[in-house]
């Protein structure tokens, strides 16, 4: 009896759904507590939703737009729209505003499952790798705040299942489908502009044969392009190019300020010094120290993003235990390279960093570099299996060594979550309540029901523009 109900438990569809609502439990609990309070950002996405729900336009009066205009920037639509229903059931807090994130964060989990299910058959492989996405600082840090990055690699990941989906189907309803959902993280985050061109590219090479599915193939092109004009419209003529303008190296003035440097510099030749110090050259290089520096320990396994909003600081983006785990998936895949789920994996690995290194600061944004965490959470579990199938054999010998090993690797990922626990709901609030820009959620609920006993009351707005708070708050 007792192990009929064992088996039960341990069926793949059992198993997911406890890994998903663990993600889910890791993600949504004490949501209005930390992170310590709505930043920026989080007050004007939820406002707008707020606004839309209410009036059908963003609060600057645009109806329905494809691109929407706040105080100060335009930003992409797409997780405002998304907030609607949430904000009108939760109401405009911290969970109506978050729970987004939430939702579509731990809805990845199970669609990361299924993924990797379709592509190698391997359920073992599935269930780990959506383990590993469920208990992910990197993955949970986005997924209980109002970033755009969660609702985004939902999107692609959805699209991805579609168009693999689609080329293995002569339907052509599932092309536009696969075009239509592929369009739509374009609406989220600048950073998928490039991807998503780049990720549908690598599907096409490994999986898409172009002379028996043409038809297929221009469907979903033309049914991308038809949800993507809207946008395309607005940053030829509008403003949804102004955000990426911003820090793209492109427009870089320090880059320019330094090739002027070089350039006048005493005792230079300037036609050498034209070769060596330029536009080109410095963008080149940018770009190739950005690409180097996002697969680094510094930011990978030690430190994280250096914004407190994305990171933690204490702890990497991934756990130290991956490394080896990582390292031998990575081996792994590279020696079975003739399997094309393997070369999909590394290639995805290898697209993931190029959008973040054209950006001033991308070598350590941890947004922008977001598309990283589904390949290497499915490296990393390769990377475990493996050990474990090994262990496993050596365990039959009984020698103690491998046993004593087979304790660490148990204990030691568990130690290393339990830590990155505590710091999350110990101190994290504590450390970096500066960065959430706590202490003005409690300032106006204090002050609006005194407004009627004075003349004006007086928000400082040095550090911070206050008038997005007053609105959300009062």
Same mark, same amino acid.
């Given at each position: 009896?007792?192990?009929?109900?064992?088996?039960?438990?341990?069926?793949?569809?059992?198993?997911?759904?406890?890994?998903?609502?663990?993600?889910?439990?890791?993600?949504?609990?004490?949501?209005?507590?930390?992170?310590?309070?709505?930043?920026?950002?989080?007050?004007?996405?939820?406002?707008?939703?707020?606004?839309?729900?209410?009036?059908?336009?963003?609060?600057?009066?645009?109806?329905?737009?494809?691109?929407?205009?706040?105080?100060?920037?335009?930003?992409?639509?797409?997780?405002?729209?998304?907030?609607?229903?949430?904000?009108?059931?939760?109401?405009?807090?911290?969970?109506?505003?978050?729970?987004?994130?939430?939702?579509?964060?731990?809805?990845?989990?199970?669609?990361?499952?299924?993924?990797?299910?379709?592509?190698?058959?391997?359920?073992?492989?599935?269930?780990?790798?959506?383990?590993?996405?469920?208990?992910?600082?990197?993955?949970?840090?986005?997924?209980?705040?109002?970033?755009?990055?969660?609702?985004?690699?939902?999107?692609?990941?959805?699209?991805?299942?579609?168009?693999?989906?689609?080329?293995?189907?002569?339907?052509?309803?599932?092309?536009?489908?696969?075009?239509?959902?592929?369009?739509?993280?374009?609406?989220?985050?600048?950073?998928?502009?490039?991807?998503?061109?780049?990720?549908?590219?690598?599907?096409?090479?490994?999986?898409?044969?172009?002379?028996?599915?043409?038809?297929?193939?221009?469907?979903?092109?033309?049914?991308?392009?038809?949800?993507?004009?809207?946008?395309?419209?607005?940053?030829?003529?509008?403003?949804?190019?102004?955000?990426?303008?911003?820090?793209?190296?492109?427009?870089?003035?320090?880059?320019?300020?330094?090739?002027?440097?070089?350039?006048?510099?005493?005792?230079?030749?300037?036609?050498?010094?034209?070769?060596?110090?330029?536009?080109?050259?410095?963008?080149?290089?940018?770009?190739?120290?950005?690409?180097?520096?996002?697969?680094?320990?510094?930011?990978?396994?030690?430190?994280?993003? !250096?914004?407190?909003?994305?990171?933690?600081?204490?702890?990497?983006?991934?756990?130290?235990?991956?490394?080896?785990?990582?390292?031998?998936?990575?081996?792994?895949?590279?020696?079975?390279?003739?399997?094309?789920?393997?070369?999909?994996?590394?290639?995805?690995?290898?697209?993931?960093?190029?959008?973040?290194?054209?950006?001033?600061?991308?070598?350590?944004?941890?947004?922008?570099?977001?598309?990283?965490?589904?390949?290497?959470?499915?490296?990393?579990?390769?990377?475990?299996?493996?050990?474990?199938?090994?262990?496993?054999?050596?365990?039959?010998?009984?020698?103690?060594? !491998?046993?004593?090993?087979?304790?660490?690797?148990?204990?030691?990922?568990?130690?290393?979550?339990?830590?990155?626990?505590?710091?999350?709901?110990?101190?994290?609030?504590?450390?970096?309540?500066?960065?959430?820009?706590?202490?003005?959620?409690?300032?106006?609920?204090?002050?609006?029901?005194?407004?009627?006993?004075?003349?004006? !009351?007086?928000?400082?707005?040095?550090?911070?523009?206050?008038?997005?708070?007053?609105?959300?708050?009062?």
């Amino acid at each position: 009896m007792k192990n009929s109900t064992l088996k039960k438990i341990l069926q793949p569809q059992v198993l997911i759904l406890l890994i998903f609502f663990l993600g889910f439990f890791l993600r949504v609990v004490s949501l209005d507590k930390n992170p310590p309070e709505l930043f920026g950002d989080e007050l004007d996405a939820g406002y707008q939703a707020y606004s839309l729900l209410k009036t059908g336009r963003d609060y600057k009066g645009n109806l329905f737009p494809s691109y929407l205009q706040s105080f100060s920037e335009w930003r992409a639509p797409l997780l405002m729209y998304t907030s609607i229903p949430f904000i009108a059931i939760a109401g405009l807090n911290e969970y109506g505003v978050r729970l987004p994130s939430v939702v579509f964060g731990s809805l990845t989990i199970l669609l990361l499952y299924y993924l990797v299910s379709c592509l190698t058959k391997n359920k073992k492989l599935a269930l780990l790798s959506a383990f590993f996405l469920a208990a992910s600082p990197w993955h949970i840090q986005y997924s209980r705040a109002a970033f755009e990055a969660a609702l985004m690699l939902f999107l692609i990941t959805t699209g991805i299942i579609v168009f693999l989906r689609a080329s293995h189907t002569k339907k052509l309803k599932t092309s536009a489908l696969a075009g239509i959902i592929f369009a739509l993280p374009l609406y989220t985050y600048n950073t998928a502009n490039i991807f998503v061109p780049l990720i549908a590219a690598l599907i096409c090479f490994l999986f898409v044969s172009f002379s028996k599915q043409k038809k297929q193939i221009i469907t979903a092109v033309i049914a991308f392009l038809a949800v993507s004009l809207p946008l395309a419209i607005n940053i030829l003529f509008g403003h949804a190019a102004d955000r990426f303008s911003n820090f793209s190296i492109f427009g870089n003035q320090e880059i320019i300020e330094k090739i002027n440097l070089m350039r006048t510099s005493p005792h230079i030749n300037p036609f050498i010094e034209s070769i060596f110090s330029n536009r080109p050259v410095e963008w080149t290089k940018r770009i190739v120290q950005n690409y180097a520096a996002a697969f680094s320990p510094q930011f990978l396994f030690i430190n994280g993003d !250096v914004t407190f909003r994305h990171s933690l600081h204490q702890v990497g983006q991934l756990f130290w235990f991956q490394l080896p785990l990582l390292l031998t998936g990575v081996f792994f895949a590279l020696k079975n390279y003739r399997k094309k789920e393997n070369l999909f994996w590394l290639g995805w690995l290898l697209l993931a960093p190029i959008p973040a290194s054209l950006t001033i600061d991308g070598s350590y944004h941890a947004t922008r570099l977001i598309f990283m965490v589904i390949p290497l959470m499915v490296l990393s579990a390769c990377g475990g299996l493996i050990i474990i199938k090994t262990l496993t054999n050596l365990s039959k010998k009984r020698l103690f060594p !491998v046993k004593l090993l087979a304790f660490l690797i148990i204990l030691i990922p568990v130690m290393e979550f339990l830590n990155y626990q505590n710091y999350y709901w110990k101190h994290y609030p504590l450390d970096s309540w500066r960065w959430w820009h706590y202490g003005y959620k409690e300032a106006i609920t204090s002050l609006t029901p005194l407004e009627e006993n004075f003349d004006q !009351v007086i928000i400082e707005t040095t550090y911070e523009p206050a008038l997005i708070r007053y609105l959300f708050w009062a």
